[in-house]
């Protein structure tokens, strides 16, 4: 278990471009379909837990995920795990001066990278819809805070934790 | 080293959210707090950050850590930046896994949960707008959706064709430009 979550996870990270939130339809993949180490519920609920606490909600992710599976070395594997690739790769990036910037071969990679993690993501949105809009309430909450993310510029924290004193209201 | 470590716990310890808050934040301190890299080269490693694997705070401090200490700087910062997540988490999980099923817990969820959805649709969207823009990008973006929701591939899979069509069509265009002249 040690080993396929800390496995698991430096595929993720190893994976994950343009944003924190594109390793988001990797967990999916990885945690909840292939491994079925969180239900499609549960990993709803770990970003919203990762989105509230300090730090990198990839990071934070992999942390709870494998301190459920694991306990405290689980936690410290997953952690780990995603958070080597980068390492290495920008220490080898650095150490041997590899140009990346301005590169056009990375830059022309990026052009095809970019809108597919846009896909990705929404994807990850598509695949999480049912668990997370179960009623009309879900429904008007869900539409309520897209338009205020999207018109207005309201803390995503403060969204989250309205929503979740909404919820014990209406519940 | 020590100052690299606890520099970076402490943009670990407050920030909050999505990573790309704390890209700022590592700005203001290594550039203007402590002075440890100029505002150009800071902007570079961002660059590089965001193209590197992984979120981009995190390469930010592992960058920054290599720039100031080689490579046990770079251990060191990623550790400090990480670091106090991974205690708060574990501090957080195992009450959560506890309580889980309580009623309250329950429906705090129920009602959080459209809002995480309407969070990641918000994220894809962002990013759409900026990076979908021409013919090129709208085809790949649609074969990605298709891809990985249809044919059920892979993301990684989906990320590494997407690379492959960026490069593809630079080649072809160049030698458009080429055939051109």
Redesign the interface.
């Known amino acids: 278990m040690i080993f396929s979550l800390f496995g698991t996870f430096f595929?993720i990270?190893?994976?994950?471009?343009?944003?924190?939130?594109a390793?988001?339809?990797?967990i999916q993949?990885e945690v909840v379909v292939s491994h079925q180490w969180l239900t499609m519920?549960e990993f709803?609920?770990v970003?919203?837990?990762?989105?509230?606490?300090?730090?990198?909600?990839?990071?934070?992710t992999a942390?709870?995920v494998g301190?459920?599976m694991a306990g405290?070395l689980g936690?410290?594997a997953a952690?780990l795990g995603?958070?080597l690739?980068?390492?290495i790769?920008?220490?080898l990036?650095?150490?041997v001066f590899v140009k990346?910037?301005d590169n056009?071969?990375?830059?022309?990679?990026?052009?095809?990278?970019?809108?597919?993690?846009?896909?990705?993501?929404?994807?990850?949105?598509?695949n999480?819809?049912p668990?997370?809009?179960?009623d009309v309430k879900?429904?008007?909450?869900?539409?309520a805070?897209?338009a205020l993310?999207?018109f207005t510029k309201v803390?995503?924290?403060l969204?989250?934790l309205l929503?979740?004193?909404?919820?014990?209201?209406?519940? | 080293m020590w100052k690299l470590f606890a520099t970076f716990f402490k943009v670990?310890?407050?920030?909050?959210?999505?990573?790309?808050a704390?890209v700022p934040i590592i700005h203001r301190e290594v550039v203007d707090a402590h002075g440890w890299l100029t505002n150009e080269e800071m902007v570079?490693i961002i660059?590089?950050?965001?193209?590197?694997?992984?979120?981009?705070?995190?390469?930010t401090a592992?960058?920054v850590g290599?720039?100031k200490a080689g490579?046990v700087g770079?251990?060191v910062a990623?550790a400090g930046?990480?670091l106090?997540?991974?205690l708060?988490?574990?501090a957080?999980?195992?009450f959560?896994?506890k309580v889980?099923n309580s009623p309250?817990v329950?429906?705090?969820?129920?009602?959080?949960?459209?809002?995480?959805?309407?969070?990641?649709?918000?994220?894809?969207?962002r990013?759409?707008k900026?990076?979908?823009k021409d013919g090129?990008?709208?085809a790949?973006?649609?074969a990605?959706?298709l891809l990985?929701?249809v044919v059920k591939l892979?993301?990684?899979g989906?990320?590494a064709?997407?690379?492959?069509?960026?490069?593809v069509?630079?080649?072809l265009t160049r030698k458009g430009e080429g055939e051109a002249q």
């Open positions: 595929l990270g190893l994976f994950t471009f343009g944003g924190g939130y390793m988001l339809p990797l993949k519920t709803i609920d970003v919203g837990i990762a989105e509230i606490t300090p730090g990198p909600i990839a990071i934070n942390t709870f301190y459920k405290v936690s410290a952690t995603v958070v690739p980068s390492l790769v920008i220490v990036i650095a150490a990346v910037r056009p071969y990375v830059e022309a990679a990026f052009s095809g990278m970019r809108p597919a993690v846009a896909a990705l993501i929404a994807s990850a949105a598509i999480i819809l668990s997370s809009v179960v879900g429904a008007a909450i869900a539409v805070s897209f993310l999207r803390s995503p924290i969204l989250l929503s979740g004193v909404l919820g014990a209201l209406i519940y | 670990g310890a407050t920030t909050f959210g999505g990573g790309h704390m570079d660059a590089i950050a965001e193209i590197t694997p992984g979120p981009v705070a995190v390469n592992t960058f290599y720039k490579v770079s251990v990623t930046v990480v106090p997540s991974f708060v988490i574990l957080i999980v195992s959560f896994l889980e309250v329950a429906a705090i969820f129920k009602g959080m949960r459209p809002t995480i959805l309407a969070l990641v649709a918000w994220a894809a969207a990013i759409a900026v990076t979908v090129f990008t709208v790949v973006c649609g990605a959706l990985v929701l892979h993301p990684i989906v990320i064709l997407s690379a492959l069509a960026g490069l069509r630079s080649m």
